[in-house]
């Protein structure tokens, strides 16, 4: 990304609040950019933190770009050498298919590329069968799998995003759901490759990566494109900015890739990646009731965030006023928050170091 010029305030302010289990990341309003899409989001993959955004929170169909949850919980149960069998159901799938033929024995990791590549109805019911036993279980796998991520305005009923009622997503869930799944190696493997031959795996077939965006974006590696009638055209895209991975989303968008790369342009031209601390960086102190040692907070990662141009940004460390020892080494207590002109745009915990308690002392009191 471009070096440019920007006021960066960085102040520590010490508060005492009641302390919060929840992280959350709230979007924050930019100007001067008009995306011709319904829903539309710009999100940075390791912050959460949202660059842009369009009617994010709103509730529509996603067609294949459900594929993405499919995979997430693929990877996460599934083992990618085990072989399925293309039921009947499968093979007479409509819509997009890789063109499995009933019978067929897959491996998982070649339906991964069926799935993605090709967007493979075929893949996504064979997938489903073969890691839930029926399509219906696996379902329920996407379903509490969303939950677990965050992602709880979103709802599934089929593997691979053929039009239901009851089947829907928003445009910022689905960036979460792209950034859990590309913490994962296998999956930025498979979204970010182009081709794919037979040989290279021993799969049953070549595969050409349909997905447009990789040939027309600068350090474009992923993700997935999807279409139906009632969802209109769709693409979740992730690109390497400067070594971080920002994710673009649109939604019921018919110029999706001219759409998402006047989000790509928009983004480099008005945000840098600033660090704000470093893993380690000692971010309190103070001395606690019934501890031996000072209570000290430290940085539990580095901080790397997309800082707007020309916009001010704080940084708030708070403690909660009712902390007593013992404390374990690494035990998460108070938060570190950035704000963007008095909104917050980021939260996370920090690590204590071990604070050993007083023993009591009994007292004896008379008349």
Known sequence: MKTCKYKFILSIILSIIIFSNQIAVKAVSVGKLNVDARCAIAMDSDTKAVLYEKNAN???????????????????YGNLDRKFTVSKRAAAIRGSVVGYKLGEEI?????????????????????????????????????????????????FETPHGLDREFHYCTAYDLALITAKAKENKIF???????????SQYGFTRGYHNINKILYQIPGANGVKTGYTGKAGKCLVTSVDIGGHDVIFVVLNCTPRWKETKKMYDYIIKNYSYKKIVSKGDKL?????????????????????????????????IKVSNDINA????????GKIEI???????????????EVKGNKATKKFFSN
Do not use: Q
Request: one cysteine or more; a neutral charge.
């Open 188 to 198: 930025n493997d498979i979204v970010s490759t182009k081709d794919i031959a037979a």
């Open 326 to 333: 013992p404390i374990k080494k690494d035990d998460k207590i």
């Open 107 to 155: 491996t998982l990791k070649e339906l991964l590329y069926g799935l993605m590549f090709r967007s493979g109805n075929d893949a996504a019911i064979t997938i489903a069968e073969g890691i839930g036993g029926n399509v219906d279980n696996f379902i329920k796998l996407m379903n509490e799998y969303a939950c677990e991520i965050g992602a709880v305005n979103s709802h």
């Open 284 to 316: 309190y102190e103070k001395k606690i009731s019934n501890g031996k040692d000072m209570l000290k907070l430290y940085a539990p990662h580095d901080i790397i965030f997309p800082c707007k141009n020309n916009e001010n940004y704080k940084v708030k």
């Open 339 to 353: 704000f963007e002109n008095d909104v917050k745009v980021y939260v996370d915990y920090l690590l204590s170091n």
């Open 58 to 76: 709103s509730i529509v169909p996603m067609a294949s770009t459900t594929k993405i949850m499919t995979a997430l919980v693929a990877i996460k």
